[in-house]
């Protein structure tokens, strides 16, 4: 079969040709791909972990196609450090070397903290699954921190209309917040979020509870019931409260432990214009 | 211990209370409920599958909590009937026994069709995952149709590079659609989607395919060579000459053969009102 | 480009070249795919549910390859009929159609039963994950059920430790099962093993609790303490003494409401040949 | 409520009570925890990941329960290191603080590599899911090393049989290797089960491929078709060449191009005592 190409003849770029269909893409990238990463961490400084990334861009209409290989390109380039300060330099270097007007960056990862359990004193890392959200658009940068925090959940109805004991469990708390200040991305680090989160619910969850500890938070939890709608208001009123949050959703969702499926709840919030 | 209710006495209505923090609640409600339905089917009338299930309503801020049973109520009333036509009288059942404003409603469930191979007409039933998306708030209902078609997509530029061969993999293209006639809910078959879907791609997948059928959709395939990029937009210039699609979405996802990531595309478009 | 093929010639059959390698292949086959049945059902003799299906044979060393088709032209066969009675045939049919030794066959679905609460007597439906296993090899059938329960459970440690309240949580316990009778295939109901789970465990769970029921299961839990320990000795205990119950492996594990990790017991157990 | 203990009182120890049904339980403790984790890396000595992490003992009849938070407890104390060679220290302190007979751990995790693209030597991390498997049962070690391949596979038959293309797709290669010298666990490189696996494919996938990269795995692809059976029996003949491998477990998966469901194979095999 004959060659198409000889050596060091350029190999066409299909991508680049004309698209007569007049329909611009919103967005257009790759997603799923597994990445190392270094992000800052209140307490240590640096913590290295695993994300699941998507980056993408969008397509004006008269592009056949977008250069996926340069979305990966980017992302070699920086994954030695990536914060919410070195978002904006990805978005930037996603919208000009893809030609394209908005980008977006979605990193999503385990988060680790050592927790000491409330009576023994005991350490042991807890996970929290976390994201950095960031996307540039009309000339403005945007970022979002999400992080779910795993908390005791116990029921106040249980608990009100029972002799004794209440149904409790695991629930997960989710908080996606917009951080700004003078119109610009400000920070938030997620310890702040995890304490919110453990504040709002009946008790945190541990990695390692030893009996005094446990003896302590079947208490703590039974002295503070909370429903799925009691959660994300009490992180709402948490939340409002920080000046810092310009925009907010917060989600609750309990793996009912009488029931095979979940209760949740969700508030969405914006902070109005002063 | 003493007991809190004698027999036939009032249990309390602990959610029924006040609740003084002020923060209305946008969803609440029930998910990862599994379900059997019975749904609407071209060819025979009637199929049944298995659902996955959330309900949700708005909560207004004066409430404590949302009663959760009667969510699992209403669906039980249903379940042998989930339609795009029975969808409304769920969300304003929702709406009034948990006196709310808004509704929330979805239902995502496997759905099959038989189909017959290309050339040696061989029948076997193929499965597309779909989901019944309804909502009513401010007095308006909507209904969403959502169908996701698994397809093979050969690259254009893999096949225009190289002598011969050209990378190919199985994708699939999520459609949703707001089927809407003179500003009510109108109905759009899974199939019209399915077929729109299969004809954007380089090829249509199957679930019985013999000798000569896959000898058929292997050069199909590379007959028709198309990007993630080519793929949304085959279908949305279909969908705008649908007068039925008020507003859809659609993303297509490459699971890449020669990456261990995957590339997807995706449009947002909504008719002008006229 | 020439064409390989003319008119109704014959395609070669590739899979059926001799190998040169000399390695037989325990299990090749067909995965991951969806199908509807309809299973027999101790209350309403049949329902309909959705499978994901595996189908397998061996392949001696002396083939190159199996012809996938044939496993899905065979489930095309039988759709319309999947029990324990209807698995030994499609074993054999597996085995005759690809020139095999040994065929393996599982379908996992959903299981739907109607459920009532324990006071108010209200109906809902619960789901089960369950599971028909089936073997051919040297001649002999194997059947295994495999049901999956979520259950309540309450710590023992926790109520033993505390002044009040005891943590709990939604657990699952996993039965599988191996029916045998005079050393033949025996059925047991799926029904059957969801009533020993719940036994064995703190409490059922429900797809649907009024106030009244929530008291109930709530005090039922704290007065049946039971670790993942306990859940799969009591199912352990029920197992050995029923005479059908040829072999089986139990696990149980739960969704710790005070931790973000699971903790799992399980139990494997062979009758002795009499 | 009277307190059940007061100040510096010893808790009473639940697990440790008696148990009088007799049964002994096979595996009992933690699993599903997230835990960063550094692991030996060929080209740079250490390499920082996150992994799913599964501990157990077996469970002697007379014992009620295990302490589960000693599994927490000395995972902590190992977080530093795991290796082939420390995962014996973990198993052996498993056994001995938890009054066992035998103990299981399991760590799943990502493990990256920077591979060069074949043409331009584009250089980018891929990731592999991998998995160390560790076991002390009757006073003998055993450790397994698994590790899942990504790659590319081309149908044989749908080259063979069509005039042009060939239908192919990303596949995954799946290897459970024990290594073994002189009876005493043996080290394997991740790195070389990598490369056994993408010999036996049709060609390697990559993270990153500029456009010569692309056609020359597309030719390299049609060059070199192969069959899910044919990529088990490739890794087999390798590892039955390497006196390391006392026992392995390969499985191939293709997630096929031109259907909804996926074509599996597998071969097991051990090495004959000498």
């Known amino acids: 079969m004959a060659e198409k190409y000889r050596q060091n003849e350029p190999i066409e770029d299909v ?36 994300a699941k990334v998507s980056l993408s861009v969008n397509l004006p209409h008269h592009f056949k196609g977008a250069h996926m ?67 540039t658009e009309n000339g403005a940068d945007e970022f979002i921190l ?5 908390v005791t959940s116990l029921c106040p109805c249980s608990k009100e209309i029972s002799d004794y004991g209440a149904h409790n469990q695991r629930g997960e ?8 200040k003078a119109g610009r991305p400000e920070m938030i680090w997620i310890e702040e979020l995890v304490e919110i989160a453990e504040q709002s619910a009946s008790a945190p969850v541990y990695a390692l509870l030893k009996r005094p500890d446990e003896r302590h938070v079947t208490m703590q939890a039974y002295d503070n019931p909370v429903f799925v709608e009691d959660m994300v208001r009490n992180v709402a009123q948490r939340l409002m409260q920080d000046p810092r949050a310009a925009r907010f959703k917060v989600t609750a969702e309990n793996f009912e432990s009488i029931h095979n499926h979940n209760a949740f709840a969700s508030v969405e919030w914006q902070r109005e214009k002063q």
């Open 15 to 50: 991508q680049n040709r004309p698209d007569p269909r007049g329909i611009a893409i919103n967005k257009v990238g790759v997603r799923n791909l597994r990445y190392p990463i270094v992000i800052l961490d209140r307490a240590h400084e640096k913590q290295a972990t695993v």
């Open 69 to 135: 290989s340069r979305f990966v390109e980017i992302l070699n380039e920086h994954h030695g450090d990536m914060t919410m300060w070195s978002l904006p330099d990805i978005l930037h270097k996603l919208k000009e070397r893809l030609d394209a007007e908005s980008a977006h960056v979605e990193l999503s990862f385990p988060y680790f903290m050592e927790r000491s359990a409330p009576v023994s004193g005991a350490v042991a890392l807890m996970d929290y699954q976390c994201a950095f959200i960031g996307e």
């Open 146 to 150: 999400r992080v779910t925090v795993p």
């Open 173 to 180: 708390v989710t908080m996606e917040v917009k951080g700004e």
